[in-house]
């Protein structure tokens, strides 16, 4: 199957710093990426959609100022998260299909990126 | 309101049986299901994907039945092992190409 790399795998910062996440297709093109976000016993829940060349999208609630997603290229979107605050320690997760983001089908996910804010 | 409901939270069996893990929805259409695989720490794994006019779908030891009309999709692991451990997540497609993800059951399988 395709590989979705992700990096960090994990990170603790201190309150009021910037963090970046990378994820990376490495075998395929991926247009469009997805972010989740996932808190410890409950289900993965969307941020964004990122977008190659064109901004993301933004799910209800999801500050887009806070959560910055770039995705300058086919192959690598990167989320950061701005001026970090402890409620933001989570499991951050990026994922991607082959063949673009509107073909219906399977996700391939990174490995996780597990912030710890201070 | 739209909502994924997977019962339970957590299911323990013996090697050898059978893992019957439920994923029922409300609010949703979906033109397909899919089912995935998270170890603790690690991003989520696919494992089958069935559609709507699809009554069941297997895998090896896998077998994924999706009933539309009850709005309900059951995951079964035969013969199950150890390494079957893990949680269990249901996603189906909520809006266009976007998933939706129900909250997971954590199976474990004792020798």
């Known amino acids: 199957g395709a590989v979705v790399s992700q990096h960090p795998s994990r990170v603790i910062c201190k309150s009021g710093t910037s963090v970046k996440i990378e994820c990376r297709s490495l075998d395929f093109q991926a247009t469009t990426m997805f972010w989740y976000r996932q808190f410890p016993k409950q289900s993965l829940m969307l941020m964004a959609t990122s977008n190659e060349g064109s901004k993301a999208t933004y799910e209800q609630g999801v500050e887009k100022d806070k959560f910055l997603i770039n995705h300058a290229s086919l192959t690598l979107s990167t989320l950061t998260v701005t001026s970090a605050h402890p409620e933001d320690s989570s499991f951050y997760i990026c994922s991607a299909r082959v063949g673009g983001g509107t073909n219906t089908g399977e996700l391939f996910f990174g490995e996780g990126s597990r912030l710890t804010v201070l | ?111």
């Not at chain 2, 995935?36 to 030891?61: A, H, M, S, T």
């Not at chain 2, 692991?77 to 269990?88: G, H, K, M, V």
């Open chain 2, 1 to 111: 309101s739209q909502k994924i409901e997977q019962n339970s939270e957590a299911l323990n069996i013996q090697e050898g049986k059978t893992a019957t893990l439920t994923c029922n929805y409300t609010n949703y259409s979906p033109a397909y299901l899919q089912w995935y695989r998270q170890d603790p720490g690690r991003g989520p794994v696919f494992l089958l994907l069935i559609r709507e006019n699809e009554k069941e779908k297997r895998k090896e030891r896998l077998k994924v039945t999706f009933d539309t009309t009850l709005k309900q999709s059951l995951f079964h692991i035969t013969a199950s092992q150890p390494a079957d451990s893990a949680t269990y997540l249901c996603a189906l497609d909520a809006d266009d190409y976007k998933l939706s993800f129900g909250a997971g059951t954590t199976v474990t399988v004792r020798a």
